[in-house]
């Protein structure tokens, strides 16, 4: 389908006022998509074996016919995942009492099957039981508190009545990186605001944090004979791993492509699956098309 169409239809979807600029696009603003798209691709995988893995554990609960309310009492659940051989993930879920958590439960997650397997460890299946965390595990714990307690001061509101969703990923400099992202269990509407990062340093101590939008912008996905969604970024000269990772969502889920208009390169870029698949200078046109609204 050629470009000129698509963003036709995407305006169609297009909830926010597009101011284009004329700066243009540069090696910086290239380079800092690709970044978007590989950590994008990685935010996938680490949330696609958070569910799998959640499914297997809720599986082997009911298979071995524990008590789950029993089992957790007194204390705190969760799970990190955590990088395993090659492409493997796993995923540890554990309850943390007295400020010690311990590892109740660990399923291995296969990207390529997309299936995780896993079983209770030792000791898991009874109160207070389970086995230690990994080191890494106990810092991924100790950046969900952090995190968490940062997302409780002002400024730092979610779009959604819903449980915002979390990931974090381990970086190369034995880093972290938080998210929050805000979640809706309605499939017809998608909360493109409300996301945040913490980066947290190999000591645990927080060095940086974002906020990916300026306000709230949840959007009609089910409009009928739309292609694609459209929304403004103000912030960045090139889209972040947000939209990148809100395009693979929409692909998955709606069949949907976005498109992001940076406004102040006055850039199209327009996303697939996850993927850049185009960009260029924004039509003039498209500023008068689009209704004003709060931009992101």
């Known amino acids: 389908m050629a470009l000129r169409v698509v963003i ?11 101011v284009p600029a004329a700066a243009g696009v540069g090696a910086a603003d290239l380079a800092a998509a690709e970044r978007a798209e590989q950590r994008a691709e990685r935010m996938w995988w680490y949330d696609r074996a958070a569910w799998r893995g ?7 609960v009911q298979a071995k016919g524990l008590d789950l309310a029993a089992l957790l009492q007194g204390g705190e659940a969760g799970y990190v995942v955590e990088p395993g051989k090659g492409k493997a993930l796993t995923v540890t ?41 990994t080191a890494l595990g106990l810092r991924m714990v100790a950046a969900q508190q952090a995190m968490w307690q940062r997302m409780g001061t002002p400024g730092h509101g979610v779009c959604s009545r819903d449980r915002p969703n979390t990931l974090i990923l381990p970086e190369a400099d034995g880093g972290l990186s938080a998210y929050v992202m805000s979640a809706s269990r309605d499939w017809s509407r998608y909360p493109m605001g409300g996301h945040y990062r913490f980066d947290f340093a190999a000591d645990g101590h927080l060095v940086a944090e974002r906020a990916f939008t300026r306000g709230c912008l949840n959007m009609d996905v089910n409009q009928t004979g739309a292609k694609a969604l459209g929304v403004t970024h103000v912030m960045d000269p090139a889209p972040t791993e947000i939209h990148a990772f809100i395009s693979r969502q929409l692909g998955a889920l709606k069949h949907l492509d976005l498109m992001v208009a940076t406004t102040p390169n006055g850039e199209m870029w327009i996303w697939h699956d996850g993927r850049l698949n185009d960009h260029r200078p924004l039509p003039p046109a498209a500023a008068d098309a689009a209704p004003p609204a709060k931009p992101s």
Request: no cysteine.
């Open 54 to 60: 959640t499914d297997a554990f809720m599986a082997t």
């Open 8 to 18: 036709g239809l995407a305006l169609v979807a297009m909830s926010v006022a597009v």
């Open 93 to 133: 879920f554990f309850v943390a009492r007295g400020g010690v958590a311990r590892a109740i439960a660990v399923f291995g997650y296969d990207p390529a099957s997309d299936a995780a397997q896993g079983d209770m460890t030792p000791g898991g299946a009874t109160l207070g039981g389970g086995q230690p965390l």
